[in-house]
């Protein structure tokens, strides 16, 4: 692997190694914490409830989205809390009171709920338990896998296009501002962010991208770019501007028009345009080859000519050493009401192959854009557990 | 050999998903068909029915929203605050956004809306002195639970002027509405952003039966779908969404009536239903059993409320009248589920007559009906109050004032303690939908949003042809 492709991905993986440590100091303050103080409230409230019995029968049953595991651990929690108040538990015909907790859930978090009592004689307490959020990193096995490392995250404003800096600074683009992060003892802290400013109302889908050029960026939305500079500090100016995006950030050879809507008009600017295409929702560019994949759901290459991939509306080209050095990535079908995937496909003798395992995501693609340095690619989409908008990176590994 | 096979393979993989956008479309009409009855699109109007709820919701915007989690996020109002005895709130208004008839939405028109819709909820609204961008809202008493009040539907911010109510939403309607069949057309300027979909057309008051053929045939893109025959339609194949459960059925006793005004029969037709057969049988297992009066994932206690037949549900030696049971006579459903019951009563020696009546504008003349209330919110509270509310249950209970899951139990148990009603089961709403129809969403109270929706593209979709 080059020394500078090296030095460029070196931040990823020490922020994925970053991630990963926040991930178990998380996981280990919720067993440690998150279910004990609950477990503890309302063993207290129902004991008191009860006049503190000395010995009770305890069933546990979970009507929950909890998992089993998670139930069985909360269940283990229970009993050293009752154990810990000096109440001891034991078989049903030898307790002096019942007890039946259940772990049921709301539209606002989890609730747990203790009934105590004997014959017709019922307590009940109840505690809330706020729902904790998690997610999963599958991983892939193949000959060509792709990498992903969450970047970031936002619930705000829906998110459109990061870029990492070579100074260990993160450009933002929401629908509303350009913000600058810096990285200060392995999180990243807000520097400062500027308006982008809007003279109408955005259109659904709303879609825009960054180019970065050293500490140089520019922002493009529908009708409106940004120019700027993120050292020192934020300084952007933004205008009106029907100016072309460019296809890939680091190549200026080949722009093109976006509409007012979600896409491309088809109208190409650049030294490598030959000509307009048919309207499209995202390209690819290798050389003097382009991809397009139309709006009307179908993936082309320069003419119209139809190719055999054909996924989701979103592709991105990223090169690599892995295969024949360059791979596109593609969305998954499907629409925004289902989780997603990328896949890494290869041009083999003219047809496109699928090369490893899709890339799982909990949400669907928002914006799949390459990268600056064209050999990654940044992916935004919308979870859908918990409606937060997360950027990541996207690379190629050869295993 | 096995290179060239495992080349094709991939190849007819890839070409199986072919033309399988994600990225929506803009263009095209949304085909909608119910057999629900819309008399009116104001939002005030809006309990009168789902599909009535539904269509306000594409018009009309509330100050606040609530999300999955019941945590208000901002709509027409940016930001919000209140004093320290929830007395007082301020509402900071959205700039830039105009009703359907070109009106500006400024501190007086949601003043002048809210003063409607807020008319028996005990607060008043007023707009900030020399400030037409804030609405200040003040009450009598604490309104802690103020900002799910204000997601409610009825309480959308709507401007009554000569020509009509405008809103602010993301479709406005065109024309008046007249007759069984009208149409929705995207608003163009709405703030969040225009709508996928170039217009709706809805016709009202059509059969099921009628609509299961229009979506056969490619002549309708939403259709309603009978919940008891949900799961025979999605055996066959059918594409459709259900919601959580949203819909309590319920019996609701005339209590004015001498046959039932003695608690005692109220509670022994009560404890003989039951409600596992009618749920596994009748409903197909769609939705679940209820004896509470909210269902269990928006309380989580319902489940403390048994749904199980109790035995010696008869008073011993007190003779019970005979009872007569109402139904809405349109729906086969509540038909079977009334029939059911009378058949349990009568195990029970209770005698009951299931007698089908229009019930879609009264209350039944029995001595009992059958009842179906839609969840108007998702946050516990807001929607024990308003089932109250709607089936006349004394508000005595100490809804307004629980503060607590627990204290919110205690209320429900209270109103349902003289069996004036009797939940029996909470129903999915179940709706069909094209091939062609894309992004369906559904809130978790079953809410539409129609703004998200685009039609797959072979159908109507368009390019820039008619951009805004």
């Known amino acids: 692997m080059p020394r500078n ?112 009592g004997r014959g017709d004689t019922h307590q009940i307490a109840m505690v809330r338990v706020p729902r ?76 825009g991208r960054l180019a970065v050029h050293e500490h140089k960026f520019e922002a493009y939305l529908p009708g409106r770019k940004c120019s700027g500079s993120a050292e020192p500090g934020v300084q952007m100016e933004c205008r009106e501007s029907d100016d072309p995006w460019p296809i890939a950030a680091g190549d200026e050879k080949l722009r093109a028009f976006f509409g007012a809507r979600n896409f491309f008009t088809g109208a190409l600017a650049g030294t490598s345009s030959r000509g307009n295409e048919a309207p499209f929702f995202s390209a690819a560019a290798n050389g003097e080859s382009v991809w397009f994949t139309g709006i009307d759901g179908a993936m082309h290459g320069r003419g119209g000519a139809r190719t055999s991939v054909s996924a989701g509306s979103d592709i991105a080209g990223v090169k690599s050493d892995c295969g024949n050095g360059f791979q596109l990535l593609v969305s998954g079908a499907g629409d925004w009401t289902r989780s997603d995937s990328i896949r890494a496909q290869e041009l083999v003798n003219g047809e496109w192959l699928a090369a490893g395992a899709p890339v799982e995501f909990p949400g669907p693609v928002l914006a799949l854009w390459t990268t600056n340095e064209e050999n990654a690619a940044t992916v935004v989409i919308r979870n859908l557990s918990n409606e937060i908008y997360e950027a990541y990176v996207l690379s190629v590994a050869c295993r | 050999m096995k290179r060239t096979f495992y080349q094709w393979l991939a190849g007819s993989l890839l070409l199986a998903t072919a033309a399988a956008a994600t990225r929506p479309h803009y263009g095209g009409s949304l085909r909608v068909e119910t057999q629900a009855a819309v008399r009116s699109m104001d939002p005030m109007t809006a309990g009168q029915g789902a599909m009535q709820e539904r269509l306000a919701e594409m018009m009309f915007e509330t100050l606040v929203t609530l999300d999955a989690r019941n945590m208000p996020q901002p709509a027409l109002a940016i930001a919000w605050q209140h004093d320290s005895s929830f007395k007082r709130w301020q509402f900071q208004l959205r700039p830039g956004v105009r009703f359907s008839d070109g009106q500006a939405l400024t501190a007086e028109t949601a003043v002048a809306s809210l003063a409607l819709s807020g008319a028996a909820e005990g607060w008043k609204a007023r707009a900030q002195a020399n400030d037409s961008s804030t609405v200040i809202i003040e009450g009598e008493s604490a309104m802690p639970n103020l900002l799910s009040r204000l997601a409610l539907t009825r309480h959308g911010i709507a401007h009554r002027g000569a020509v009509g109510v405008a809103g602010t939403g993301p479709f406005r309607m065109n024309g008046q509405l007249e007759g069984s069949h009208f149409s929705l057309t995207a608003n163009e300027e709405y703030w969040a952003g225009r709508p996928f979909l170039d217009s709706i057309e809805i016709t009202t008051e059509k059969p099921v039966r009628e609509q299961m053929v229009d979506l056969e045939l490619g002549n309708a893109d939403v259709t309603d779908v009978d919940i008891d025959q949900a799961r025979h339609a999605q055996q066959e194949g059918r594409r459709m969404a259900v919601s959580s459960p949203v819909e309590l059925l319920a019996l609701n006793f005339n209590v004015n009536h001498a046959a039932v005004k003695d608690d005692r029969t109220r509670r022994a037709l009560a404890a003989a239903i039951d409600r596992t057969s009618i749920h596994s049988v009748l409903l197909q297992r769609q939705g679940e059993a209820s004896a509470s009066l909210l269902p269990q994932w928006v309380s989580g206690t319902s489940f403390l409320f048994s749904t199980a037949t109790q035995e010696q549900a008869v008073v011993p030696g007190r003779k019970m009248p005979p009872l007569t049971l109402n139904y809405k006579f349109a729906d086969p459903l509540d038909k079977a589920v009334a029939e059911r019951i009378a058949v349990n009563a009568r195990e029970a020696g209770i005698a009951v007559q299931p007698v089908g009546e229009n019930l879609s504008t009264r209350e039944g003349s029995g001595d009992a009906w059958l009842v179906r209330v839609k969840l108007e919110s998702t946050d516990p509270q807001t929607a024990l109050s308003e089932l109250a509310s709607t089936l006349g249950l004394k508000d005595d209970s100490g809804v307004a004032s629980a503060r607590t899951a627990e204290q919110l139990y205690r209320a429900e148990q209270r109103l349902l303690g003289d069996a004036s009603v009797v939940p029996l089961a909470y129903l999915p709403q179940a709706t069909g939908l094209s091939g062609r129809v894309r992004n369906w969403m559904e809130g978790a109270n079953g809410k539409w949003h129609l703004a998200e929706v685009w039609l797959e593209i072979g159908g109507t979709a368009d390019a820039e042809g008619t951009r805004p």
């Open chain 1, 5 to 116: 492709r090296v030095a460029f991905l070196l931040p990823y993986f020490l922020l994925l190694l970053f991630i990963a440590t926040g991930d178990d100091r998380a996981a280990t303050q919720t067993d440690q914490t998150g279910w004990a103080v609950p477990a503890r409230e309302l063993v207290g409230a129902i004991l008191a409830r009860a006049s503190a019995p000395p010995a009770v029968s305890l069933q546990v049953r979970n009507l929950s989205s909890l998992s089993p595991a998670e139930a069985e651990e909360i269940k283990r929690t229970l009993r050293s809390q009752f154990s810990a108040a000096g109440t001891q538990i034991v078989k049903a015909e030898q307790a002096v009171t019942e007890i039946q907790i259940t772990l049921s859930e709301n539209t606002s978090g989890y609730l747990w709920v203790a009934e105590a």
């Open chain 1, 132 to 207: 904790a959020e998690t997610s999963s990193m599958p991983r892939v096995t193949s000959t060509i896998s792709l990498r992903k490392t969450q970047v970031w995250s936002q619930a705000a404003n829906p998110l459109l296009d990061v870029a990492l800096l070579k100074s260990d600074a993160l450009l933002v683009l929401d629908s509303s501002t350009v913000s600058l992060y810096r990285e200060k003892q392995s999180h990243w802290e807000l520097e400062q962010s500027q308006p982008i400013g809007q003279s109408k109302p955005w259109p659904r889908d709303l879609r």
